[in-house]
C-alpha cells in the first residue's frame, strides 16, 4: 500500500481539532486513508449503517474512540448531532472523522453547525512524490486515481470512463447540479477540449443552446467537486493591459486523455494540445505539494498582458511572489528564459522557477530550473 502524504496532516489535525473533515472526489482513496486510523467506522451510503449510527447514537459518543462517517453528505441530519456532541466536551481533540465527496450540501452542513470546531484537509490523487517507484510520465498519462490505471495499467483508460459516465448521470445530479446527464457530458468534453485555454463561456454557452450564466454555474459546480481547476489572472498594479478570463484545467490528466481519445504514451505525444496536458500537469503537482505539506498560499493565478507576455503560474507564500514558467522541453532554450524574467519583472516578483524535463539543474539567487521531481525534492518555500 503506498503512503499518502496527507496521512501525516490528518494526524496532526485531529490532535488540534474536535472533528476533521477527509474530502476530495469520488474513488480518490478517502475510504482506504482513514481505515488507517483506529477508530469505529460507518459508512453513510449505506440504510444499514445509517439505522446503525441513529440506534447507538448515545453510547458510541460515550467513548472516547474517533467516529469516522464516510460519505456523510448522505446523513445531512447527522451534522446537527456532532455539533452537540463536540460542544458537550469541547477540550476534547480527535473525535470525528468526516469524509465525503465535496458537494454544496456537504459543505453548507460543515460551514453550519461546525464552524470552528472543523479543519479541513483535501485529499487528490497520487502525486510525483507517492509514487517515487513508477514512472512520472505514466502518472502524467493515466492520472492519480488508484483505481485508474497508475497501479495497475490495463486499467487506463476504460476505468476512466466509466466514472465519467457515473459521476454525470449518478453523482453530480445527486448532489444537486441542475443539469441533465447528457448534456453535463456534453459539457466536461468540451472542457476537455479547451483545457488549458482562456475560459469563454458565450462560445460554450451556444455549443450547448444554454446562456454563459447558466454555463457559468455548471464550471462553478464542477470546480467545487474537484473535477476542473480554474486559475484566475493576477491583478498587479501595471500599466499593461492583462487578460481578464480565467483558465481551466482538469484536475487528473487521466481524465482528460480519456475524454481526448488518448490511450498510451505514444498517442500523447502525437497531439497539438500536448503543451497544455503538460502545464496543467504540472501546476496540479505543485499544488498537491504545497497541500500535502500544509504550505498557506495564495492563489494559483496566473498572468498575461495583451501584448504576450505571459507567466503560466503564479502563488503567493509568506508575502513572497513565486512564478513559474512550465516548458514541455527537456533542453530550454535562453530565449524561454529572458522572455520569462522579463514577464516576471513586470510584477517584482522574489523567485522565479523554470520547470521542464531537463536533467540539469540550475540554481540561483532567485532563479531556479529544473525538473518536477528535483524541484519538489528541493523546494523548502
Known sequence: MLERKLKKIIETRLKQFPAVALVGPRQVGKTTLAKQFPGKYFDLEIEEEKLRLDILWNEIISTDELIILDEAQNFPEIFHRI????????????QFLILGSVSPGLMKQVSE?????????????????????MSPDNLWLMGGFPDGGILKSEQFPIWQNNYLNLLAMRDLPTWGLPSTPQVTLRFIKMLAINNGLLWNASQIGKSLGITYHTVNSYLDYLDQVFLIRRMNPYFPNIKK????????????SGLLHNLLGVTNFDDLLSRPWIGFSWEGWIIGQILIWLQNEAVPFDGPYFLRTRDGQEIDLIIIINGKLWTFEIKLTSAPHQEDVKRFITATNLIHADFNVMISRTSDTIRNENFFSMNITDFLNDWNP
Open 113 to 133: 453547525f461546525l464552524t470552528g470546531r472543523i479543519a479541513l484537509c483535501k485529499l487528490s490523487p497520487f502525486s510525483i512524490q507517492e509514487i517515487i517507484e
Open 241 to 252: 493591459r492583462l487578460t481578464k478570463s480565467p483558465k481551466v484545467y482538469f484536475r487528473d
Open 83 to 94: 455539533r452537540n456532541a463536540i460542544d458537550l466536551n469541547r477540550k476534547q481533540s480527535g
